[in-house]
């Protein structure tokens, strides 16, 4: 497709379950960001990759919390061991390398821990 | 200090007012500006870059000033499909870190 896709779109797990969102972003896009909104709240910026560097996993909130990005595309962020307060909506990003360009968003996956 | 300051609001104005945001920056060395919409439950979508020498789209001016480190949002003519949170948005390259900041948004509500 031509935007930033994410799957599932909507998640409801049980306390304690791991699961895995995907990111599928921009063909091309070097960037990828992920990021996480709760209700009425901000970006909450997660890990940021950038074609073959390190990335910058400087937002993880915790070791429950874990991203890969395979062959420089698809991105997987892994929640181990959910907690209620993980519900909230993750947010991909991508875009091309440099400053200046935009960045594009995908709708997001809304993941419900009960 | 946050990297990346914004008057949360919410701005409640009338259909047909001006309206103008602020936004705040604190690392001299940004180098690329944005501002961003986002609607309620969607995903933050760009409304338009922000030049060094101001630019305007439509209703929408943007203005950039380095010294004071400061970016904002004109709205003119407000309309109520205008009602949405207005993300700042401040990025400046830095190999394998991330350099994409958000604010935390301003809220406007245009009222009939």
């Known amino acids: 497709g031509a935007g930033v896709s994410q799957s599932p779109s909507n998640k409801v797990t049980e306390k304690g379950k791991d699961v895995e969102l995907r990111c599928d972003p921009i063909?091309?896009?070097?960037?990828l960001y992920w990021y996480r909104q709760s209700l009425g709240q901000g970006l909450e910026f997660l890990i940021y990759?950038?074609?073959?560097?390190?990335?910058?996993k400087s937002g993880l909130p915790s070791d429950r919390f874990s991203a890969e990005r395979t062959g420089g595309s698809v991105s997987t962020l892994t929640i181990q061991r959910t907690q209620q307060e993980d519900s909230a909506v993750y947010l991909c990003a991508s875009s091309f390398t440099g400053s200046g360009n935009t960045i594009y968003f995908g709708e997001g996956s809304w993941l419900t821990v009960v | 200090r946050k990297e990346v300051e914004q008057d949360p609001g919410p701005f409640n104005v009338p259909e047909g007012a001006t309206v103008a945001f602020n936004c705040t920056y604190s690392n001299s060395a940004s180098q690329s500006f944005f501002w961003y919409r986002q609607d309620c439950r969607k995903e933050p979508k760009l409304l338009m870059s922000v030049y060094s020498s101001g630019n305007e789209d439509g209703r929408f001016t943007a203005q950039l000033n380095r010294a004071s480190q400061y970016i904002s949002l004109l709205i003119r003519d407000s309309k109520l499909s205008d009602s949405a949170t207005y993300l700042c948005v401040v990025n400046k390259e830095d190999t394998g870190r991330r350099a994409l900041t958000f604010g935390s948004g301003t809220r406007l509500q245009v009222q009939p």
């Open positions: 063909s091309g896009h070097t960037a």
């Open positions: 990759f950038q074609g073959n560097s390190a990335p910058d």
